[in-house]
């Protein structure tokens, strides 16, 4: 396909996202606070939403704030978020992340790209939802979801993998607004029909517009 052809097909893509899911949300429930999905999105790395969600039941009750957070036990904290995964380099992340919060910003989170970049742990991904979701910006958040269907629609080779490219890729294809919501939106229909392994492209809502489904099973 041509740039122009993938940026009409991806505006198709949207609109048909937008009648599937019509409300877009995170799939992280962090109540609004902009420390919490700070945190939350540091513990998502290589571990599921769901299972964040869980952990931080307890781990907000036990440390409610930045300041509780910022002073915490690290064994404790350890403790807590081990289910994460890679739980003594999270623990740490969020405590410092905590402390960085209240001692360089005021405990305001900062809305720049490049301030964000400075919380330990913190990258482009977790940057972009946090300002797509908490400052209503435009970004592109590249989970493992977004990377993995974007390809299969046909917005890039399926080999591509690089957060940081596909990114650029999307931004040059769609209206700018509409991404933060559109990538919360695909990660629900990763769940739901596009999966990694097992794919539920017979009767897909999106496969007339998916060139995975075109090369495999011909043209609709």
Known sequence: MTKTEKKKRLTLIIERLKEIYPTAECALHYGGDPWKLLVMGRLSAQCTDARVNIVCEE?????????????????????????????????????EASRM?????????????????????????IANLLLGDIFGKEAIVCDTHCIRICGRLGMYPEKEKDPAKIEKILRELMD????????????????????ARNPKCDGCPLSDLCLKYEREHGKN
């Open 101 to 125: 919060l209240i001692t360089d910003f005021g405990g305001q989170l900062p809305d720049t790209m490049e301030e964000l970049l400075k919380f330990p742990g913190v990258g482009r991904k």
């Open 176 to 195: 700018l607004k509409e991404g933060s919501d559109f990538c919360h939106r695909i990660v629900f229909f990763g769940r739901e029909v596009c999966e």
């Open 59 to 95: 781990l907000f009750k036990r440390f409610p704030d930045a300041m509780s957070m910022a002073e915490g036990d690290i064994t404790e904290i350890e403790e807590i978020v081990k289910p994460c995964g890679l739980y003594r380099m999270k623990a740490d992340s969020i405590r």
